[in-house]
């Protein structure tokens, strides 16, 4: 009887120790189901960026393009553009989309060799008609501000970006520089201050971006040099990096 009783005892704490590992093992899948439930919500949430508003103070974005321009006005010059954000407001509701807004500062130079340019009486670029020095390079430059706007979308690391932007080139920085060797081999600079350029001009640019390096190309309509050394409808293509 004695043997019976103990049994009978040792089934019911079997019994019992069974249960509790049960609701044991029941919290622990009710607790897996609820962090699984927060991870997903977090990576539902994760669309959006820590900061939706932000603003560059400097140095946000630079680029490096080379002008597409006629060879029979500048030849063999590699004519080029550069420029270099000066503040930058950033609006990014969620991490596939944003706007920016900004300024940037804007170099310009227009380049020939073999040719040599001048600035006649009335202010214009001109082709100069005294004989060509040795070893002639030419070069038109420009300084001014611009003012970019443009859209963003992120798939990855891939970005694509769209937009445009005003320029205003300053006449007093527009200058003309003509290198050269003399008579004697003596390598001479000339420097003519003034001249006139297209002051505002309106572009538009669009970009693909792998992470922060991409390429550009940029179409600036109507004319940005008039006169003689006269450059209009002015495409350029580059190399754009965002810091």
């Known amino acids: ?40 919500k977090e990576s539902k949430g994760s669309s959006r960026p820590d900061e ?21 006005l500048f030849p063999g010059g590699k004519s080029h553009e550069v420029g270099l954000s000066i ?8 991490k596939w989309f944003n706007l920016t807004a900004g300024m940037d500062i804007k170099w310009d130079r227009f380049i020939a060799k073999g040719k040599m340019y001048e600035i006649g009486t009335d202010g214009q670029y001109t082709l100069s008609t005294a004989p060509t020095p040795n070893r002639i390079k030419s070069k038109i430059c420009a300084f001014g501000v611009s003012a970019p706007a443009a859209l963003t979308l992120n798939l990855g690391k891939v970005g694509l970006k769209f937009g445009a932007d005003a320029t205003y080139d300053f006449d007093r920085y527009c200058k003309i520089k003509n290198k050269y060797r003399d008579d004697n081999g003596k390598k001479k600079t000339d420097i003519l201050n003034g001249g006139q350029i297209e002051n505002f001009r309106l572009s538009y640019f669009c970009s693909v ?7 550009y190309v940029r179409y600036c309509p109507g ?9 209009y409808d002015l495409v ?8």
């Open 87 to 94: 503040i930058q407001f950033k609006l990014e509701p969620v």
């Open 209 to 215: 971006l792998y992470d922060d390096l991409g390429l």
């Open 1 to 40: 009887m004695k043997r019976i009783i103990i049994s009978i005892a040792l089934c019911i704490l079997a019994a019992n120790a069974f249960a509790q590992e049960g609701q044991k093992s029941a919290k622990d899948r009710l607790t897996e189901i609820e962090n699984m439930a927060g991870e997903i």
């Open 223 to 231: 004319t940005v040099i008039p006169g003689s050394a006269l450059v």
């Open 236 to 243: 350029s293509v580059g190399i754009f990096l965002e810091m």
């Open 52 to 72: 939706v508003f932000s603003v560059d103070a400097a140095l946000s974005h630079l680029y490096v393009g080379y002008h597409i321009v006629s060879e029979d």
